[in-house]
């Protein structure tokens, strides 16, 4: 219509308004830091190995009237694992004065919740990448689907070691989202429609629980020949040590106009008791 004026025309006079505050995006939380071997504190000041005792297994001998005196020793000599705190990461964002005096948020705070985030899914791909040092204990395979009777599979494994499964604290499996599509229809897995209890549900993580071991979702579990590495741990598995934590950033010194903020972590990681964890593998075409 002629003479007629519209957001185009007035392009140059209509402020575009934010809306106060960010849509969180969705980042992948960290699951298995807080449940494998921490030795954090023991590192804490100061230190570069930390040094992890297992205490030997004790075997009975049979004693009889004419070897009782001569009855062999037990071998109690404890083992160790030596943890090195050896792995260092972080990064570094430039922030130009222009953008941060533009800007409605502070950026330095803004930034600081996803760079926690990130350092929480990079330790968790590198305790997911310790699979390949679990070698003693493995279910599935290149062309198997993840199932009900695969997770079982994997807590018998341990039970027939002797590792202890009764302990929700002390275990987890640590799982591919893409195997959720698997176990979405276990009754094992979700017992909602028959209890009415949500815990056992994928509503909350843990989603739930198989034979009473809890079960974690991850992007961050790792892949291997086609194969995704799927993970049951107990605790004593897989030790980890971190002595300097990702906390808030920090402000480096001006060289030009603008201000560098950043962060790093140091930590270090060790297959502890590889028999106490076992792989499981599935297709990850699938």
Known sequence: MAN????????????????????RGRYSKEVAGPRVLRADKEVANFGDIVHIKTEATISLSSITATTGALVSNSNVTATEVQLALDQWYGATIDVVDKAQRQSFEELSVLLARPAGEAAGQH???????????????SEGGATATMSGDLLLAAISDLDQSDVPTDNPNEISFFLDYAE????????????????????????????GMVSGVPVFFSNQIKTASSQRKNLLLHRECIAFAMQTGPGSFERFARAQWSTKYGFNILYGIKTNREGHGVVISTDSNT
């Open 123 to 137: 330790t968790d791909a590198a305790i997911f990448n310790e699979h390949s040092n679990i070698t003693t204990n």
């Open 180 to 207: 959720k599509k698997f176990l979405k229809n276990l009754d094992k897995m979700n017992d909602y429609d028959r209890t009415g209890d949500m815990s056992t549900t994928f509503a909350r993580r843990p989603v």
């Open 4 to 23: 007629e004026v519209d957001n185009t025309d007035a392009d140059t006079s209509i402020p575009e308004v934010w809306r106060s505050g960010f849509l």
